[in-house]
């Protein structure tokens, strides 16, 4: 046996993997071209897709628009906050000497206020 007959039995071996691997995939990409669209859906999916439109009245409309911007806005102050929290945390820190405490670079603190 020589060398050439070693390396054909690995690649071989790699070969047949693949081509199950293939076979396997293009089976069941077959299987779901075959199946129902309804059968990947759960059962309240399509309860509430069966409902068809529904209708809202003006004033649960305008109920509904002022509860989500209350929930939304709540959030987006907070994270606001949050934010302009750090940014002035880390500018504070930056002045009062963090960088020669954690041996950081000025646009390593630049990078992170910024980022």
Known sequence: MDRADDNEGPQDAK???LAHVEQQMTEDI???KKADPG???DGQVQKYA???RVEIDEATNSRLKRLIDK????IMVFTYLVQAL???TMSFTSIMGILDY???SNSQVRYKITG
């Open 30 to 32: 077959d299987d779901l």
């Open 50 to 52: 069966a409902m068809g």
């Open 39 to 41: 059968d990947r859906v």
């Open 102 to 104: 954690t041996h950081v």
């Open 15 to 17: 070969t047949v993997g």
């Open 86 to 88: 750090d940014k002035g």
């Open 71 to 74: 929930r939304v806005l709540t």
